[in-house]
């Protein structure tokens, strides 16, 4: 069967086409590569002894995604993740990400809804939550105001899926994962941002690697144990088996509504200072780091709720933090040697 996965070569697509090739799947990896690298293909091709079809094309060309679905009609599903993502740079330049956010995903739905087959993975995040009253947060938390332009993205996204389902063909999931990190255990392949990264973990690894001269934590009076922020910080390895778990609900009809909705997380939640000391733990690398404002758009803590997607999806993590942490610090010293 095929799939297409947009965002294909970026740090999650990555590790779900590998996840899908290795169950068998044919997958067309699309990425604009404007937060990837070609290269990501060989890696994939390493791990799993199959080259995906690549195909560089840039989802907010109306014209390039009606093209791509021309060549591509026997899709069995199409699994989205292609998007801007940081937190900060959204606040910075919102329309860059209703732009990019917004018009892909409409684009691929008027092309998806024409195939027989209309199956829809969509890459959501905890963001929709805001500052969740109750932790953990489940599936039915309510949706809080957008604290970013990066977090409306995904709830008028989910919106935008929920009105077309009731109109059309369309079956969708939507997982809302919590804080992906961590690398592939082969180190073919892990998370390479373009530029100074905005996620914590990548910006861990590249202090150890003396490329950054110190880490910034982003406040230290939050009312948490520690004073730093919370987070539920997910494997990437265990995030990209989930959305082949999810993938063949809705090929196997599985599903009990148009659209369901998953929250992906370890239901355990790590400080920033934590995950620090975790680090220097399964590395021996000491960090320096230095406590400097609080960053807007954060929000005190987020962990997940693990009880629908174990009982519905049958999926939970198998990787730890130190996993995690010794993964992404085995692929940072690959990327640089």
Not at 62 to 80: C, E, N, P, T, Y
Not at 214 to 242: M, Q
Not at 288 to 299: H, L, N, S
Request: charged fraction near 20%; hydrophobic fraction near 40%.
């Amino acid at each position: 069967m095929k799939v297409l996965v947009t965002g294909g070569l970026g740090f999650i697509g990555s590790h779900t086409v590998v996840e899908l090739q290795n169950q068998g799947f044919e997958v067309v990896a699309v990425d604009n590569l404007s937060n990837s690298s070609e290269t990501v293909v060989d890696g994939i091709t390493r791990i799993t002894g199959t080259k995906p079809l690549f195909e560089n094309i840039d989802l907010r060309n109306k014209s390039q995604v009606q093209d791509l679905f021309s060549r591509h009609a026997d899709m069995a599903g199409v699994i989205h993740f292609a998007a801007s993502k940081a937190v900060g740079e959204s606040v910075e330049n919102p329309l860059l990400y209703y732009e990019n956010n917004i018009n892909s995903l409409v684009y691929l739905l008027q092309e998806i809804t024409k195939l027989p087959q209309a199956n829809f993975i969509f890459s959501s995040s905890c963001t929709v939550y805001g500052e969740s009253e109750k932790m953990p947060i489940t599936e039915d938390a309510p949706i809080q105001p957008a604290v970013s332009p990066y977090g409306n993205t995904k709830q008028i996204g989910e919106e935008i899926i929920k009105d077309t389902t009731k109109v059309t063909s369309l079956n969708s999931i939507l997982l809302r994962y919590f804080n992906p990190i961590g690398a592939h255990p082969s180190a073919e392949i892990g998370e390479l941002p373009l530029g100074v990264p905005q996620n914590l973990v990548p910006f861990i690894t590249q202090t150890a690697m003396g490329i950054r001269k110190e880490l910034s934590v982003f406040g230290n009076d939050y009312p948490t144990p520690d004073g730093t922020c919370i987070r539920d910080y997910i494997h990437v390895v265990d995030l990209a088996k989930a959305h082949v778990v999810a993938l063949q609900r809705l090929l196997q009809n599985k599903q009990t509504e148009k659209v369901e909705t998953f929250d992906l997380g370890t239901g355990k939640g790590s400080s920033v200072l934590e995950v620090i000391q975790t680090f220097e733990k399964v590395t021996g690398q000491k960090l320096a780091y230095k406590i400097v404002d609080r960053r807007p758009g954060d929000v005190i803590q987020a962990y997940a709720s693990t009880q629908k997607a174990k009982q519905v999806l049958g999926w939970q993590t198998e990787l730890s933090l130190e996993d995690a942490l010794a993964s992404a610090w085995k692929w940072e010293q690959k990327v640089r040697s």
